[in-house]
């Protein structure tokens, strides 16, 4: 299965190229929440549902390109949950720092997770408590390190204007930050890059459901600031509480 969704990731992410390498300029349209939106997030979309429901007919997608109404997905158990093109803020940007996220929900945990990084061709993906990056036609299994001092990653576009991660960050000790896109930032800590992704902002479920399991295969946690495990149990709300990625 996790084979099938990795292959699934990759297709996604051709549709996204085909408009991110396209000599025209990208269309932007703004959603309900002013949240923007692209071809490439609509093309990404159609590629996933299509090929989850090919695979799995019996599971239900929410997608952040056509969430099911709150009634439709009170009951649900088991889901996927998928962002087609998390981070279309940095793919208009064009600076490459944006992801395929695809997630399976189990009883409120992501179970199994493909983050997917076109433009470097990066595949990070995790199932059954192990994680692996595939890069340049080898894949290695990735575990969280320790670092002194540690390296404290955060995000591109939202840093630098949340004064309570300022805060955070100035009673932190020592430690050195890094900035980059998207569920990314979960892959840095998972694959020992980075120790700690701190987020008092807020986030959709399907920005992290992916990356998070991505975490806690490789030995990371991802829990909310009262020290719970960020949970995926349907709720009418699709947004997250304030969390850190870490490796203790």
């Not at 793919?91 to 720092?97: C, D, H, L, P």
């Not at 990070?124 to 595939?134: I, N, P, Q, T, V």
């Amino acid at each position: 299965m996790l084979e099938k969704i990795c292959q699934l990731a990759r297709e996604a992410g051709e549709a996204i190229m085909q408009v991110y390498t396209s000599a025209q300029p990208v269309d932007v349209t703004r959603k309900s929440d002013d949240s923007p939106v692209t071809a490439a997030d609509l093309a990404a979309h159609k590629v996933i549902v299509e090929g989850l429901q090919a695979l799995t007919p019996d599971i239900p997608v929410l997608s952040e390109e056509d969430p099911p109404a709150w009634a439709v997905r009170q009951q649900w158990q088991t889901y996927w949950l998928v962002d087609p093109l998390d981070g279309t803020k940095e793919f208009i940007k064009r600076n490459g720092e944006f992801t395929v996220n695809i997630a399976l929900i189990e009883a409120g945990k992501p179970v199994l997770g493909v983050v997917y990084a076109p433009v470097i061709d990066v595949m990070y993906s995790a199932a059954e408590g192990k994680a692996w990056k595939e890069e340049g036609g080898h894949t290695a299994q990735i575990h969280v390190r320790e670092a002194h001092p540690p390296l404290v990653v955060v995000s591109r576009t939202h840093a630098a204007k949340n004064d309570e991660l300022q805060e955070y960050l100035s009673q932190l000790g020592e430690h050195q930050t890094t900035a980059i896109g998207s569920s990314l930032k979960f892959c840095l800590v998972a694959e020992g890059k980075a120790q700690l992704y701190p987020r008092f902002g807020p986030t959709s479920i399907w920005d992290t459901a992916a990356g998070h399991a991505v975490a806690v295969a490789a030995g990371g946690h991802v829990r909310d600031w009262q020290g719970r495990d960020l949970d995926y149990t349907p709720r009418e709300s699709l947004i997250n509480p304030g969390f850190r990625v870490s490796i203790f």
